[in-house]
């Protein structure tokens, strides 16, 4: 019985299979391709053992997708940078209330210093600065290149017209307290760019070389003297002790050059503190429900500066055209001053005060004050706590009544002294 139940235990237990016998390899034919060698698992960590996430790359183009004329996408392929800036201005709003078109003469400022550049470069092409030869191509402008003198009287005149509606821009914001926190770089920077305009009427007052600009020049340089160190700065701007060609050239290189030059780093920075800040409404319109609504920058509101700027220049051409500027006679260092010499009228004002001022010292007190109220004016958004904190604050707004005043008093009194010579 046991060795029956052995053997059924036996027969019942799995049969292990047998080994295989080994099977030589065969030889490869000749010329057969060996087999690929399985590639080796990639380890995620990077050989110096610090984990660095996969650079995700953003898509070239985002907007190459979007649905433009064939035209605009030409433009878009090849400036899609742009887009986000365009997009921007898309939604960029503008306040509407009922002083809301003092707004337009900042963008009037702007179009008439673009008249400037682009008239200066055409004078450029034939005036010669030098003391022999300045008043002749000034006058061969005048009179012999076709519409020069179009293109000259287009250039005063948009010179002086700038002028204005800076300081009404100017005048405008201050009374407005658009200078109010957080845009008080915005008015220190449009007030540079008020003194820089300032200087580009200066020094190209004497380019002409008449006897009237010459002689405004000398007046003009005379004045720092009396400051100290004055005499140094007076040198510097004549290139000598007295108005020569030396001046000539001095002011013409300050003229085209180191002007244009600051004031087109100034204007980019104010561009885009005004497009990054947005156009601030008076105080306390919001909350008394005055802002009558929201329109878009662009294009609506670019639209209505753009019909400024038409006006402007018809105002424009309309003064070249029937109040043409003289030419004058030409400058003869060797004669004695005319009568009635002046210089441009936005600077009336402070001539007039240095004539009040005829006591000893008189003139170094008058630059001082000018200097202290240049540097407090500029300063006024740092002052001016209460508007900072949307609040009225009529002492400025008195302060801005007296500086108004004071221009506007002093520059019709040289009006009035020197139209009746």
């Known amino acids: 019985m046991a060795d029956n139940n052995q053997n059924t ?4 237990a799995p049969v292990k299979p047998k080994p295989a016998a080994p099977v030589a390899a065969k030889p490869a034919a000749p010329g057969a391709a060996k087999p690929a060698a399985k590639p080796a698992a990639k380890s995620d960590a990077p050989s110096g053992g610090v984990y660095k996430p996969p650079v995700v790359r953003a898509e070239t183009n985002p907007y190459a997708d ?6 605009a ?6 400036f899609y940078v742009m887009m986000p800036i365009i997009d921007y201005l898309k939604k960029k709003e503008v306040p509407k209330h009922k002083l809301s078109f003092w707004y337009y003469f900042g963008g009037l400022t702007l179009f008439f210093f673009i008249i400037q550049v682009v008239t200066g470069l055409l004078l450029l092409q034939y005036y010669k600065p030098t003391g022999t030869e300045a008043f002749a191509s000034f006058v061969f402008i005048q009179k012999e290149v076709p519409f020069g ?34 845009r008080e770089l915005m008015w220190v920077s449009g007030f540079v760019l008020l003194v820089l305009s300032l200087g580009f009427g200066f020094t190209g007052y004497l380019l002409p070389w008449n006897e009237l600009a010459f002689f405004a020049t000398q007046v003009g340089t ?22 020569s060609p030396e001046t000539l050239t001095r002011m013409f290189s300050l003229h085209v050059v180191l002007l244009p030059g600051l004031l087109l ?9 005004v497009q990054v800040l947005g156009t601030s409404a ?10 009558k609504g929201y329109e878009k920058f662009f294009p609506t509101f670019l639209a209505k500066d753009a019909i400024g700027w038409i006006i402007g220049f018809a105002l424009l051409i309309y003064l070249a055209a029937v109040f043409p500027w003289e030419i004058g006679v030409q400058a003869d260092p060797l004669t004695s001053a005319p009568l009635g010499i002046k210089p441009e009228w936005y600077f009336w004002a402070q001539f007039q ?14 630059i001082i004050l000018f200097t202290i109220g240049a540097v407090v004016w500029a300063a006024v958004p740092f002052l001016d706590r209460k508007a900072s904190r949307e609040e009225k604050s009529p002492i400025f707004t008195i302060l801005g009544l007296l500086v108004l005043a004071f221009l506007v008093i002093n520059t019709y009194r040289v009006y009035a002294e020197y139209s009746a010579l």
Request: glycine residues 10%; hydrophobic residues 50%.
């Open 9 to 12: 235990g036996a027969e019942n």
């Open 66 to 71: 979007s649905r433009v004329s064939p035209l």
């Open 73 to 78: 996408a030409w433009f878009q392929e090849r």
């Open 149 to 182: 003198w179009l293109i000259r009287q287009v250039h005063a005149w948009s010179a002086n017209l700038m002028v204005g509606m800076a300081f009404i821009h100017m005048f405008s914001t201050f009374f407005m307290k658009s200078y109010r926190k957080p």
């Open 222 to 243: 005379e004045v720092p003297k009396v400051m100290p160190g004055g005499a140094i700065l007076v040198d510097i701007l004549r290139g000598g002790e007295d108005v």
């Open 265 to 273: 780093l100034v204007l980019s920075a104010h561009l885009l503190l």
């Open 282 to 291: 008076p105080i306390g319109y919001k909350e008394s429900g005055m802002i």
């Open 353 to 366: 005060l240095l004539k009040d001022f005829t006591f000893e010292g008189g003139e170094l007190m008058a």
